[in-house]
């Protein structure tokens, strides 16, 4: 495999490596991760297809606009894929994406 460099990142570009091609052949158009990190949200990109939606973690007390614990809920309706993040420390929806279907 490629040389790497030791940083955190590491297994990300092997993750990108791997999963990107199957990706953009199935024509993603959205991933949703989360653990303990700040919401943000990717807009997809010329080099990658998809959108990425990250949830927020347990850090209640954090000053941050973007540190919050969260959920991230889907539905569809009207043949569109509805995305909410919930803002767990204030109880408000943070953002909401919708998606339509291709």
Sequence with gaps: HPHYTHDYA??????????????HKA???????AHQHRVKFDAPQKNR???QIVGGGPEMNSKSQNNFPS??????E???LIVN???LKD???FKSFTFKAR
């Excluded at 590491?10 to 990108?16: G, H, S």
């Excluded at 959920?71 to 569809?76: D, Y």
């Design 91 to 93: 109880g408000n929806i």
């Design 10 to 23: 590491i297994w990300q570009r092997t993750c990108a490596n791997l999963w990107g091609p199957l990706l």
């Design 49 to 51: 297809c998809w959108a």
């Design 78 to 80: 009207n043949n569109q």
């Design 27 to 33: 024509k993603c158009q959205l991933i949703i991760t």
């Design 85 to 87: 993040i919930h803002n």
């Design 71 to 76: 959920v991230i809920e889907g539905r569809v």
